[in-house]
């Protein structure tokens, strides 16, 4: 979508806030920052096939817990120094203040408890919908995969964040 939107073959794009504020620093304009906003949206998902899932249940358990361990890990005010180290790394950035304002947008995104919202899953939707109309026939409430509710209800999600047990 960068690449899009820098090259002029698209008018208006999503991106993530990263990537929106680079785009602000060439001149661009950000008309909406959505996790500023009131509307209901997905900006991160993690999705995967209905087959892939029924066939490696597993993995995509074991993937959650570490993706949900790597988000309590960044919130962290301890952590700081080492998120802002290897994102400093990972996205090239050289400025200081950047990596700053690039570590409190991944705090901002960062919800300790991801469930997904009905309203932000039929927000995307009706977005999709103009590209693909065959979107528009899905329903929300049945594309939801339950894993995340289930790790919290075991109390997984709650003892990353409980210093105590950690």
Known sequence: MIQAIEGGSVDLAIVDPFFSRRLKQKGYKVMLELHRSNIPFITTSVVTTAPYLRDHEDHVE????????????TSKPENKPAVVKT????MKITDPATAEESYQELLTGNEKKPYPSIDALRNVQKLMATMNPKVASLKPEEIVEPRIRRLDESGFIDSLYDSKKR
């Open 62 to 73: 074991r993937f959650l817990r570490a993706f949900l361990e790597a988000q309590a890990f």
């Open 87 to 90: 994102v400093t790394m990972k």
